[in-house]
């Protein structure tokens, strides 16, 4: 197939866009090159045949349509997304404009290229949301795709907007779509403000861990790699308008997870040790979820797709990547946000 596929050189997008290469499949990354995003991550397929970059911004309805008319792609990946809650709550404009209309921008660009192309059948439109959308879970229980929506900070919120507005595509205009909601994703090139890099890189410079509240709340962690594989995998098999949840099935409170990255690096990079000693309890973020979970069993037993890498796996994984990449990461510290406490506004 040739892909295209928005925000690829964001952390999951340049995921799918590296693994969508090594598979043979053609891809056109599309993205505005905001402040998450890093060529870098996708400097292995850079010089492939079968990739290409276009910097644009989805928004743009001229500049969609030019890049879908030029490229003619089979499917539509869609990831570009605002995705940093403690960002949502500071500034929650740049997530709606983003994240809203920014998709509705999308979905009208390639539904227009659809119809030119005589409704190909074979067309794919596949929407990659969160399991954020679905709200807060209490101390039981997972989430399901039929669980009803209930977005807690402004960045969900915008998730679950843009998840209306595909299926509402597909319903009224046929739009041929599909539909992921992930759980937690890590993995090496994680975007240093999200939770692991944060631990791994202040661990490494002796600074203070923070953890928010108590670090009792639960996330099902995902790797990002393994997420990839997913939704490649949706993209091929998926029948038309159905969605699909996909978790890690590895659940951990955050003090935990924290703690295991934390011996990890004893191990790896002793200098320091032992690093839990900086593990420091900050005031928690407004509306913050108490757990995610997802239950997994249809993408089980409709695609036969689970995840292969446990979190034990993945996070020593993710630890070695970041101790062998610093060329990666250090100039990335210096970005607008990065290494400060965000989400304080509220």
């Not at 990946?77 to 997530?95: C, K, Q, T």
């Not at 507005?165 to 090496?188: D, F, I, K, M, Q």
Request: glycine fraction near 8%.
């Amino acid at each position: 197939m040739k892909i295209l596929i928005t925000g690829g050189a964001g952390f999951i997008g340049s995921a799918v866009a590296r693994l969508a290469v090594a598979r043979g499949h053609s891809v056109v990354n599309v993205d505005a090159l905001t402040y998450a995003a890093c060529l870098d991550n996708v400097a292995s397929v850079g010089n492939s045949p079968l990739y290409a970059f276009e910097k644009a911004d989805i928004r743009d309805r001229a500049a969609m349509e030019a890049i879908l008319a030029r490229h003619e792609p089979d499917a539509v990946m869609h990831l570009a997304a605002e995705s940093h809650v403690d960002r949502s709550i500071d500034g929650p404009g740049d997530f709606i404009e983003t994240n809203v209309t920014g998709t509705f921008t999308l979905l009208e660009a390639a539904r227009a290229y659809w119809t030119r192309q005589g409704k190909p059948e074979d067309f794919r439109f596949h929407h990659i949301s969160t399991d954020e959308v679905f709200g807060s879970l209490g101390p039981t229980g997972k989430f399901t795709e039929e669980t009803p929506y209930d977005p807690r900070s402004p960045y969900s919120a915008s998730k679950a907007a843009s998840d209306h507005l595909v299926r509402a595509w597909h319903e009224t205009y046929g739009l041929p779509v599909v539909l992921t909601n992930c759980s937690n994703n890590y993995g090496p090139f994680h975007f240093p403000e999200k939770l692991i890099p944060v631990v791994i890189l202040n661990a490494l410079a002796g600074k203070a861990i923070p953890v928010y509240g108590a670090g009792e709340n639960v996330r099902d962690w995902l790797f990002v790699e393994d997420h990839a594989d997913a939704l490649l995998t949706v993209l091929e098999k998926g029948p038309l308008g159905r969605s699909y949840n996909i978790g890690g099935e590895n659940e951990a409170r955050n003090i935990d997870l924290v703690r295991m990255i934390c011996a990890l690096m004893d191990e790896l990079h002793p200098q320091g040790a032992p690093h839990d000693r900086l593990i420091t309890f900050v005031t928690d973020r407004p509306g913050h979820d108490l757990r995610y979970a997802i239950d997994p069993t249809r993408i089980r037993e409709e695609l036969g797709w689970r995840p292969s890498v446990t979190l034990e796996e993945g996070l020593r994984r993710t630890v070695r990547w970041y101790l062998d990449n610093e060329a990666w990461w250090r100039p990335l510290l210096a970005r607008q946000g990065v290494g400060q406490r965000l989400g304080v506004k509220a």
